[in-house]
């Protein structure tokens, strides 16, 4: 055997152990790659998830806010009209008190349709109240409210509802 011989032989033995460290290197990256992007996918479907959880909150939210179905949870026998009116605006704060911590699942224009329901709906039990005669009763209050709220675009949650649905939709397609 030549000298020449030898160093071709050492030659291709090495070309061939750089091109298995390459192949080697090539396929840890790979495999590092795939196990980030099945992380990611965790982490975005959990985080969906979480979104999704807090759309439904505040869909209840919306749906208990809605003026109707505010007086027919609470009612109003044996309550003096004031009573009422403070029932009724301490459940609607209270309520999205309970909710504010999912403002940071949603959208900005989701959470500001939601403090909006809110506002408004104490805007029109205060304004409702406000033009009631000194005799009257809860029971008037109350009917006060719902006539009001049967009328067509007075309630503000249908609105809002439709909201909460179509941010749903988006991060279930």
């Not at 959990?46 to 807090?54: D, T």
């Amino acid at each position: 055997m030549t000298l020449l011989e030898i160093d071709i032989q050492y030659i291709s033995l090495a070309i061939t152990l750089i091109g298995l460290t390459f192949i080697v290197l090539l396929l840890t990256s790979f495999k590092k790659l795939r196990l980030e992007i099945v992380q990611k996918s965790r982490i975005n479907i959990e985080g969906n998830n979480l979104k999704l959880q807090a759309l439904e909150r505040l869909t209840l939210y919306a749906e208990r806010s809605g003026l109707k179905n505010l007086i027919e949870r609470i009612g109003n026998k044996g309550m003096s009209t004031a009573d009422l009116h403070h029932i009724l605006i301490d459940t609607l704060k209270a309520e999205f008190e309970y909710n504010q911590s999912q403002q940071i699942y949603v959208s900005p224009e989701v959470w500001n349709a939601i403090t909006r329901l809110k506002d408004q709906n104490i805007y029109i039990i205060n304004h409702i109240t406000a033009n009631l005669p000194p005799h009257a009763t809860a029971m008037d209050l109350s009917r006060l409210i719902i006539e009001y709220s049967i009328t067509p675009n007075a309630e503000l949650n249908t609105i809002v509802l439709d909201a909460l649905q179509f941010e749903a939709k988006k991060i279930l397609s």
